[in-house]
């Protein structure tokens, strides 16, 4: 394993148990005003993300799973509970800000905030990127299919 992988595991396990921690105090203090269904989901993907980043770092599970259709199914599934993830974050962080939830305010709510929107902004870049590369790669196979064309029509004339 790659120090730099494991280096970045380590900061996403911590961050998923300081998030973890956050939304369990909230309930415990009996803060009325942030009991919603997007901190249930949260927390939810809070715990299902600690134990992939575990499983993913400091074992092979993952490595027979993706290799079939459940596997990859599974995994397209994720990455689309991360997407909806990343959205109820920033929605509950404002709503959290709207009501003025006062047992709410922690520098862990604003980390979340941060975090969210950077993911955000990574997902969206990545997007951008794969259709950049999608249409580039389009783009140049029709130049070159028009190339070869030209080529053999040449050649006849000959």
């Known amino acids: 394993m790659k120090p ?14 300081l998030i973890i921690n956050y939304l ?3 309930e415990k203090k009996g803060c009325k005003c942030a009991m919603d269904f997007k901190r249930v989901y949260i927390l939810i993907f809070a715990i299902t993300n600690f134990i992939y980043i575990i499983l993913t770092t400091f074992t092979n599970f993952f490595v027979n799973i993706i ?4 596997g990859s199914s599974l995994l397209g599934l994720y990455g689309i509970g991360s ?3 990343i959205i109820f974050i920033i929605e509950y962080v404002n709503l ?15 980390m979340m905030y941060v975090f969210a929107i950077i993911d955000a902004i990574i997902m969206g870049m990545s997007l951008l990127l794969v259709l950049f590369i999608i249409f580039l790669f389009k783009f140049n196979n029709k130049s070159i299919k028009n190339n070869k064309s030209i080529k053999v029509k040449r050649k006849v004339k000959k």
């Open 24 to 26: 369990y105090q909230l």
């Open 4 to 17: 730099a992988f494991f280096i970045i595991s380590i900061i996403q396990l911590i961050l998923q148990l």
């Open 96 to 110: 959290l800000k709207k009501r003025n939830c006062e047992c709410s305010e922690s520098v862990y709510r604003d």
């Open 83 to 85: 997407i909806i993830n």
């Open 67 to 70: 290799k079939n259709n459940v």
